[in-house]
């Protein structure tokens, strides 16, 4: 069992600059009380030869090799645009020419 007072409680609210009342003191010191108690727990069991992970079911990333693939026509993408120039999209103007 951990020792988590009420005084402790209302140090920590103080440094966190919260009101709490005197209910909520004896709430929350028995809740950081079981808080604490539940990391000890995992604390004990923890052993030197565990090693640490980042994640508790094991992961690995997915990638595929970056290969090109079929594209569609040039052309034909740019007859479906609304405007285009010089063989691009035109697009509307987003930033005033003075900034």
């Not at 600059?17 to 000890?40: F, M, N, P, S, W």
């Not at 992970?53 to 645009?81: K, Q, Y």
Request: charged share 35%; aromatic share 4%; proline share 6%.
């Amino acid at each position: 069992m951990s020792d988590m007072s009420r005084a402790d409680v209302a140090h920590l609210a103080r440094l966190a600059r919260l009101e709490l009342t005197e209910d909520e003191l004896d709430h929350y010191a028995g809740q950081l009380d079981a808080i604490l108690d539940a990391v000890k727990r995992v604390s004990e069991v923890a052993a030197d030869d565990v090693p640490a992970t980042s994640h508790p079911v094991p992961m690995t990333n997915v990638f595929r090799d970056d290969e090109i693939g079929e594209c569609l026509p040039r052309d034909e993408v740019l007859a479906a645009a609304p405007a285009t120039e010089d063989g691009r999209f035109r697009v509307p103007r987003i930033l005033d020419e003075e900034e």
